[in-house]
C-alpha cells in the first residue's frame, strides 16, 4: 500500500514532469516565432537596401534634367528670367497709383 507522503511526492514529480513539458513547448514555440519575426525583419531591411538605392537611380540629375526638359517641356533659367524685388515693388507701386506705363 502506498502511504500519504510516498502519493504526494509522485504527485509532484508528475507535476513538474508536465510543467516542464509546458514550459519546453511554449519556448519551443516562440523561439519558432523569433525566428520568422528575425526572418521579416532582415527581408525588410534588404528591401529596405533595395528601395534607396533605386531612389537614388531615380534622383539623379541628368535624368531629371532630360524629364524636365522632354516630358515636362520646361526651360532654363535665364538671366532675364530673375528679377530684383526692389523693380516689382516700384511696379506694385505705380499699378496701385493708376500710373500705368
Same mark, same amino acid.
Given at each position: 500500500?502506498?502511504?500519504?507522503? %510516498?502519493? #504526494?511526492?509522485?504527485?509532484? =514529480? #508528475?507535476?513538474?514532469?508536465?510543467? #516542464?513539458?509546458? =514550459?519546453?513547448?511554449?519556448? %519551443?514555440?516562440?523561439?519558432?516565432?523569433?525566428?520568422?519575426?528575425?526572418?521579416?525583419?532582415?527581408?525588410?531591411?534588404?528591401?529596405?537596401?533595395?528601395?534607396?538605392?533605386? #531612389?537614388?537611380y531615380l534622383k539623379r540629375p541628368d535624368r531629371l534634367e532630360n524629364i524636365a526638359l522632354n516630358k515636362l517641356r520646361l526651360r532654363e533659367i535665364l538671366p532675364t528670367d530673375i528679377w530684383n524685388l526692389k523693380d516689382l515693388a516700384d511696379v506694385t507701386d505705380s499699378i496701385n497709383n493708376g500710373d500705368l506705363k
Open positions: 500500500m502506498i502511504r500519504y507522503p %510516498s502519493f #504526494l511526492i509522485i504527485f509532484v =514529480i #508528475l507535476f513538474v514532469a508536465i510543467s #516542464l513539458y509546458q =514550459i519546453k513547448h511554449f519556448i %519551443s514555440k516562440k523561439e519558432i516565432e523569433l525566428a520568422r519575426i528575425t526572418n521579416d525583419i532582415n527581408d525588410a531591411r534588404s528591401d529596405l537596401n533595395i528601395l534607396k538605392a533605386e #531612389l537614388s
